[in-house]
């Protein structure tokens, strides 16, 4: 299996980084674009074909009924995520994993890590965790980010130049398209999603080929058709959540990493707000859509306010649904969860006003979900007000 590199979207980002006005920043893009990637793409490629040479179990080793948890960002999917990763059988991507896709690099990182620990005093494990707080610090009261913490699997596609996170540098939403990969012509989406596939059959040989992987990703919301044409055991858990609170509070996070990057133009901030709020629409709706065409294929929906207040019994219905028993040990860590458990609240509130969000249109474009998911009980009691004192002006 050959390494998978999106040209097309490299020499898009190229001309992209050309129009950004900060020299500084435009000499730092191009750095990475033209140099850094490079090279780790090249090294991977063949880091990558020495896979099936060095490592000839990985011929054997099979992709069986993958669980993906989908939804839309900020809906629950990274706590889903951390309770059912308790369960021993499945195997996850670590961030470092994602961006060292190969075995061969997963290998050779594990021999420095031994290196480190027996030889070395941990002495590179303390400049990592230095590393990880200065590159992660920033974001972290908003979404924990680690090396060695389970990550979105479209990370594997950055050194790629196929995946959404470049968005979080380039705030083009109009021009890049990360997203609709349904939509793209089916030679094109399984050469993607091949390359995929081969990456997740090099993490089951790691972790065990027994396991059965898992995957949480919101932005494969727009994928589900591509992933059950690769995967046609897959199993689906998508998450629901009110859209007031998960819109603005991914809005929020975007906005943040673009204004920690400076510079960038309030114009093309707002532009990509208003295409990432039409992308959220697509969130909701697009995968049950896709599942509707395909009866045959299992999947769990989960709604946000169980999960934070019942994640025990969240969890047992999801299993339930997927065909899955609870061994023993995994009851026992969800029991300990539900003993812990108290009603979330999240710190933060965002108002829809703030991202030129308009509450009727949402209502309208959402509204099956509305009415399935009883959101409007979720509208605080100061919001009621201001509805009733807008009705009494109209």
Same mark, same amino acid.
């Given at each position: 299996? /050959?390494?998978?590199? %999106?040209?097309?979207?490299?020499?898009?980002? /190229? @001309?992209? #980084?050309?129009?950004? +006005?900060?020299? @500084?920043?435009?000499?730092?893009?191009?750095?990475?674009?033209?140099?850094?990637?490079?090279?780790?793409?090249?090294?991977?490629?063949?880091?990558?074909?020495?896979?099936?040479?060095?490592?000839?179990?990985?011929?054997?080793?099979?992709? !069986?009924?993958?669980?993906?948890?989908?939804?839309?960002?900020?809906?629950?999917?990274?706590?889903?995520?951390? /309770?059912? %990763?308790?369960?021993?059988?499945?195997?996850?991507?670590?961030?470092?994993?994602?961006?060292?896709?190969?075995?061969?690099?997963?290998?050779?990182?594990?021999?420095?890590?031994?290196?480190?620990?027996?030889?070395?005093?941990?002495?590179?494990?303390?400049?990592?965790?230095?590393?990880?707080?200065? !590159?992660?610090?920033?974001?972290?009261?908003?979404?924990?980010?680690?090396?060695?913490? +389970? =990550?979105?699997?479209?990370?594997?596609?950055?050194?790629?130049?196929?995946?959404?996170?470049?968005?979080?540098?380039?705030?083009?939403?109009?021009?890049?398209?990360?997203?609709?990969?349904?939509?793209?012509?089916?030679?094109?989406?399984?050469?993607?999603?091949?390359?995929?596939?081969?990456?997740?059959?090099?993490?089951?040989?790691?972790?065990?080929?027994?396991?059965?992987?898992?995957?949480? $990703?919101?932005?494969?919301?727009?994928?589900?058709?591509?992933?059950?044409?690769?995967? +046609?055991?897959?199993?689906? #858990?998508? /998450?629901? @959540? $009110?859209?007031?609170?998960?819109? +603005?509070?991914?809005?929020?996070?975007?906005?943040?990493?673009?204004?920690?990057?400076?510079?960038?133009?309030? %114009?093309?901030?707002?532009?990509?707000?208003? #295409?990432?709020?039409?992308?959220?629409?697509?969130?909701?709706?697009?995968?049950?859509? #896709?599942? =509707?065409?395909?009866?045959?294929?299992?999947?769990?929906?989960?709604?946000?306010?169980?999960?934070?207040?019942? *994640?025990?019994?969240?969890?047992?219905?999801?299993?339930? %649904?997927?065909?899955?028993?609870?061994?023993?040990?995994?009851?026992?860590?969800?029991?300990?969860?539900?003993?812990?458990?108290?009603?979330?609240?999240?710190?933060?509130?965002?108002?829809?006003?703030?991202?030129?969000?308009?509450?009727?249109?949402?209502?309208?474009?959402?509204? *099956?979900?509305? =009415?399935?998911?009883?959101?409007?009980?979720?509208?605080?009691?100061?919001?009621?007000?201001?509805?009733?004192?807008?009705?009494?002006?109209?």
């Amino acid at each position: 299996m /050959l390494y998978y590199f %999106d040209f097309t979207v490299w020499f898009k980002l /190229l @001309r992209l #980084v050309g129009q950004e +006005p900060n020299s @500084r920043r435009r000499r730092g893009l191009y750095k990475l674009l033209l140099l850094h990637v490079p090279l780790r793409a090249a090294f991977t490629a063949v880091c990558f074909f020495l896979d099936g040479i060095l490592f000839p179990g990985l011929w054997r080793t099979r992709v !069986k009924t993958p669980v993906f948890i989908i939804g839309h960002a900020r809906s629950g999917t990274t706590l889903a995520h951390r /309770l059912m %990763d308790a369960d021993e059988r499945f195997s996850t991507f670590k961030y470092y994993e994602l961006l060292l896709p190969s075995l061969l690099q997963k290998k050779l990182v594990r021999l420095a890590a031994w290196i480190d620990a027996h030889l070395l005093g941990r002495a590179l494990e303390r400049r990592l965790q230095a590393w990880e707080k200065r !590159k992660f610090g920033p974001m972290q009261h908003i979404h924990k980010m680690g090396l060695t913490i +389970p =990550e979105e699997d479209d990370l594997l596609y950055f050194n790629s130049c196929a995946s959404g996170f470049w968005l979080t540098k380039l705030p083009y939403m109009s021009e890049l398209d990360f997203f609709h990969i349904d939509q793209r012509p089916a030679a094109s989406r399984r050469r993607m999603m091949k390359f995929y596939k081969e990456c997740v059959r090099r993490q089951l040989y790691l972790n065990g080929s027994d396991r059965i992987h898992l995957s949480k $990703n919101p932005t494969y919301c727009g994928r589900v058709e591509s992933l059950i044409e690769a995967f +046609p055991d897959a199993r689906f #858990v998508i /998450l629901y @959540r $009110n859209p007031h609170e998960t819109i +603005p509070s991914l809005l929020k996070l975007l906005n943040v990493g673009w204004k920690l990057q400076g510079n960038l133009s309030e %114009d093309r901030i707002r532009q990509s707000n208003q #295409v990432m709020t039409g992308l959220s629409y697509e969130s909701y709706l697009h995968p049950l859509a #896709v599942l =509707e065409r395909h009866p045959e294929t299992p999947r769990a929906v989960i709604d946000y306010r169980r999960l934070t207040t019942d *994640p025990k019994g969240t969890i047992e219905d999801v299993y339930r %649904d997927l065909g899955l028993d609870i061994t023993p040990a995994f009851a026992s860590f969800l029991e300990a969860e539900a003993a812990r458990t108290r009603k979330h609240e999240t710190e933060h509130r965002y108002s829809l006003a703030e991202f030129g969000l308009d509450d009727a249109e949402i209502r309208a474009r959402l509204a *099956p979900l509305f =009415e399935q998911f009883h959101w409007d009980e979720d509208v605080p009691a100061a919001q009621h007000k201001d509805k009733e004192k807008e009705l009494a002006h109209a």
